[in-house]
């Protein structure tokens, strides 16, 4: 397949391991009930669906992902919240055991709008202190829950000494942020956007057709494989460890197992190459946050 030229944008290409067009990760986020149990927080109703199709995920999906990395002997990136790993202490070690990343995902799977810095600052080192304890070794990524970011999450991403954060979409190749690597996710291809389907009448939108997801899914990686980018997938253990979606990965798997110019790596590998090669630091943005436009609003009714 030709590579797409970049001459037309103001950045350079960015650079593979010697052989590699492009790059592959595997992510998977253990969300478990975590996110379920953050939504309700203070009071959990006394019904049991929407807790037990989550649970599905550490009992059975988790298991059948890890079955079918190996099948592929592909290494991927786990991102665990802290609860999901406190209430469920063998999940951690059976990833490592597995050759498999293992990365810090928050502690309740706490949405960003929802805390404050000090309580984000107390999630993340508690996460942190938990995954050492578990695993005998410090992790090196952080992934936000629902992928959003802040200054002062970067500050602290940082300060804690972790490599990289994958939270953000500012490129589709890794590149640095306030003096934090960031290896970019993308919301067309994640499960849940797709998939994510509870019952009980919250669900705001149908499950999709996984034929059709697996057609935008190989469209996607084509065309990022072409232009020399990153592949970021990211499924869940309690949606993508279902029998249709398995079955679904399957068959994205083998299309880039296929291309042997794709380099499937672990995010940890991923920060690692960018850090001892010619991209570091050759594509370094602010993340700044802009002033707010509603001072200089033309026509404004109180002119």
Same mark, same amino acid.
């Given at each position: 397949?030709?590579?797409?030229?970049?001459?037309?944008?103001?950045? %350079?290409?960015? $650079?593979?391991?010697?052989?590699?067009?492009?790059?592959?990760?595997?992510?998977?986020?253990?969300?478990?009930?975590?996110?379920?149990?953050?939504?309700?927080?203070?009071?959990?109703?006394?019904?049991?669906?929407?807790?037990?199709?989550?649970?599905?995920?550490?009992?059975?999906? @988790?298991?059948?992902?890890?079955?079918?990395?190996?099948?592929?002997? /592909?290494?991927?990136?786990?991102?665990? %919240?802290?609860?999901?790993?406190?209430?469920?202490?063998?999940?951690? %070690?059976?990833?490592? $055991?597995?050759?498999?990343?293992?990365?810090?995902?928050?502690?309740?799977?706490?949405?960003?709008?929802?805390? +404050?810095?000090? !309580?984000?600052?107390?999630?993340?080192?508690?996460?942190?202190? @938990?995954?050492?304890?578990?695993?005998?070794? =410090?992790?090196?990524?952080?992934? +936000?829950?629902?992928? $959003?970011?802040? %200054?002062?999450?970067?500050?602290?991403?940082?300060?804690?000494?972790?490599?990289?954060?994958?939270?953000?979409?500012? /490129?589709?190749?890794?590149?640095?942020? #306030?003096?934090? @690597?960031?290896?970019?996710?993308?919301?067309?291809?994640?499960?849940?956007?797709?998939?994510?389907?509870?019952?009980?009448?919250?669900?705001?939108?149908?499950?999709?057709?996984?034929?059709?997801?697996?057609?935008?899914?190989?469209?996607?990686?084509?065309?990022?494989?072409?232009?020399?980018?990153?592949?970021? @997938?990211?499924?869940?253990?309690?949606?993508?460890?279902?029998?249709?979606?398995?079955?679904?990965?399957? !068959?994205?798997? #083998?299309?880039?197992?296929?291309?042997? +110019?794709?380099?499937?790596?672990?995010?940890?590998?991923?920060?690692?190459?960018? =850090?001892? +090669?010619?991209?570091?630091?050759?594509?370094?943005? =602010?993340?700044?946050?802009?002033?707010?436009?509603?001072?200089?609003?033309?026509?404004? =009714?109180?002119?």
């Amino acid at each position: 397949m030709t590579k797409v030229s970049h001459n037309s944008s103001p950045w %350079p290409a960015y $650079e593979w391991p010697a052989g590699k067009q492009s790059a592959a990760l595997l992510s998977v986020d253990v969300d478990a009930h975590s996110p379920f149990l953050w939504s309700l927080r203070d009071e959990v109703p006394d019904r049991l669906a929407g807790i037990e199709i989550r649970r599905f995920g550490p009992r059975t999906g @988790l298991y059948r992902l890890l079955d079918l990395f190996e099948r592929y002997d /592909f290494k991927a990136s786990f991102y665990v %919240p802290g609860f999901v790993a406190e209430t469920n202490p063998e999940i951690l %070690p059976a990833i490592v $055991e597995r050759g498999h990343e293992v990365g810090l995902h928050g502690y309740f799977h706490e949405i960003v709008a929802d805390v +404050s810095d000090k !309580e984000f600052t107390g999630a993340l080192e508690a996460s942190h202190e @938990l995954f050492v304890k578990q695993t005998g070794a =410090a992790p090196v990524g952080f992934r +936000s829950p629902a992928w $959003e970011m802040t %200054p002062h999450m970067l500050r602290e991403v940082k300060r804690l000494g972790l490599a990289y954060d994958s939270s953000l979409s500012g /490129f589709d190749h890794p590149y640095d942020v #306030d003096g934090v @690597l960031e290896i970019p996710v993308q919301w067309a291809v994640d499960d849940a956007v797709f998939f994510k389907f509870e019952g009980g009448g919250r669900d705001k939108w149908p499950l999709q057709s996984g034929r059709a997801v697996l057609e935008d899914w190989t469209s996607e990686w084509r065309m990022l494989h072409r232009f020399g980018g990153l592949f970021t @997938l990211t499924v869940h253990d309690w949606i993508s460890g279902r029998a249709q979606r398995i079955a679904l990965l399957e !068959e994205l798997f #083998d299309k880039i197992k296929a291309e042997s +110019s794709v380099w499937v790596a672990t995010a940890a590998e991923i920060a690692k190459h960018h =850090a001892s +090669s010619a991209n570091s630091g050759r594509f370094a943005v =602010a993340g700044a946050i802009p002033a707010a436009i509603g001072p200089r609003r033309f026509g404004r =009714a109180d002119d």
